[in-house]
């Protein structure tokens, strides 16, 4: 659990990637579950997403702490992801020509998976591009689930445009949903595509066309705003608002500060979020998604829903096309020639295992433990060991209620043996190390690091 939180807020310092051209600057926070913090629009000068000016938990994820603003990536199991709060490894791949990749990855216990999610801005890009992949490493099938969840800010004229005549509507009710298919926008006599016009706290899962692109915009009063859109494999768009009630309005600012107001528009693997998606043993899946301005100007309030979609699209220089989509985002992330990889943080013990499949070579530190503490056990060198697999020098055996950890030091024989026989007939190997053990925090604060 992570309930070690309170509401006496004071300055305090994460780490943070930033990715950056001349078009864009986006800010990633790899200890708070990888989550894209804010996409500056820097011809504009103005803030795609919803950016929250504290940070500041609420009892709302698998794990407790959760908190709002920006982009965050939910993977394995339904609701906010068990890591939203907890640190992810991060590192930059950079290609011989230059070009890099920030790839951030963990291993989630619960499904028992490994994912990551990989950010590239490509110099002259107006768009962000991220990749994301889920992989089952194990010999058993699972059900898997995968949501962005996209905050932005609310106001009186926030519109959210997606390429669908039709919705399903989910209403939280004690203990239940209750789900029915409405049309779009108007519904009722109001045009929910406002979400102003929502009282109570509701989903909206968008039933896009299986031959349309995969999109969805949310844009102010002006007909600015953020696009985001994805290749064919993440086929669902969604839309949660707090609502307009006094609950609903508490809510945004419990979470914040007074006045401060978000919707969250949404892109999945599946329809909704009432299902899980079959994964067999050893299946990987891999899409691409992107992020960026969009400015429609006042066609964006067009009273013809068939308009305000166009407006989008014409805005995207017409060219929001699933085919035309499904090029452009294929062969972003390659990297020429042999990539070198630069380790930014690391994240938790179970990471460490699955990352080096359970063995490894020396390592001068060892960590075991879960997201906040761990045990650490540590050597000084490896000069000397006699390992009969060199890639076994550190072996971990994962049980239900242990870990065991093996230091392979002498398990073949010392060439030294052979050289070193005394008068006595005994062998002389002398050989020593240093090793300790110690427990305690993991993790801390460090400075900003681009990209």
């Not at 795609?48 to 698998?62: H, I």
């Not at 490509?122 to 089952?136: F, K, M, T």
């Not at 693997?269 to 006042?298: F, N, R, S």
Request: charged share 25%; with cysteine; hydrophobic share 35%.
């Amino acid at each position: 659990m992570q309930d070690g939180y309170n509401r006496d807020r004071k300055p305090r310092a994460f780490k943070a990637v930033r990715v950056e051209n001349e078009y864009l600057r986006a800010i990633f926070l790899p200890e708070l579950g990888g989550r894209l913090w804010s996409l500056f629009d820097k011809k504009k000068g103005r803030e795609l997403l919803y950016k929250n000016p504290v940070f500041q938990p609420a009892n709302l994820a698998l794990r407790n702490a959760w908190f709002s603003g920006g982009v965050e990536f939910n993977v394995g199991i339904k609701g906010h992801n068990p890591l939203t709060c907890s640190p992810l490894f991060a590192e930059i791949i950079t290609g011989d020509d230059g070009e890099q990749i920030l790839r951030m990855y963990e291993y989630e216990r619960i499904r028992e998976i490994t994912y990551s999610v990989s950010v590239c801005l490509p110099a002259g890009s107006e768009l962000l591009y991220i990749q994301n992949c889920v992989e089952n490493t194990s010999d058993d099938a699972k059900y898997s689930y995968w949501w962005s969840n996209i905050a932005v800010p609310e106001s009186e004229k926030t519109r959210i445009i997606v390429p669908a005549d039709e919705s399903f509507l989910s209403s939280y009710n004690e203990g239940q949903y209750l789900v029915d298919k409405i049309p779009l926008p108007i519904y009722m006599g109001k045009d929910l595509s406002y979400p102003k016009n929502s009282v109570r706290s509701q989903d909206f899962f968008y039933k896009i066309p299986e031959s349309e692109a995969k999109w969805i915009a949310a844009v102010g009063e002006d007909g600015y705003g953020l696009l985001q859109l994805s290749d064919r494999k993440m086929i669902g768009r969604k839309l949660f608002v707090w609502g307009q009630g006094q609950g609903g309005r508490h809510w945004g600012e419990w979470l914040s500060e007074e006045g401060q107001s978000y919707v969250e528009i949404q892109a999945g693997l599946a329809y909704t979020q009432l299902e899980h998606i079959p994964m067999a043993a050893g299946e990987c899946w891999k899409w691409t998604e992107a992020y960026g301005a969009v400015d429609c100007g006042a066609s964006a309030h067009s009273s013809n829903w068939k308009n305000a979609q166009q407006a989008v699209k014409n805005a995207f220089c017409g060219d929001l096309e699933a085919d035309k989509i499904e090029k452009m985002l294929s062969g972003i992330f390659k990297i020429s020639g042999n990539a070198a990889v630069e380790r930014l943080c690391d994240g938790s013990g179970s990471g460490k295992i699955a990352d080096s499949d359970m063995a490894s070579g020396f390592s001068s530190v060892i960590f075991l433990g879960n997201d906040e503490k761990g045990f650490f056990t540590y050597l000084d060198t490896d000069e000397g060991w006699q390992p009969a697999d060199i890639k076994r020098m550190i072996e971990y055996d994962v049980k239900d209620d242990e870990v065991v950890i093996r230091l392979r030091i002498i398990d073949g024989q010392p060439k030294a043996w052979e050289e070193t026989e005394t008068p006595e007939g005994q062998y002389e190997y002398p050989r020593s190390f240093l090793q300790g053990v110690l427990s305690g925090i993991s993790f801390k604060a460090v400075s900003e690091k681009s990209v």
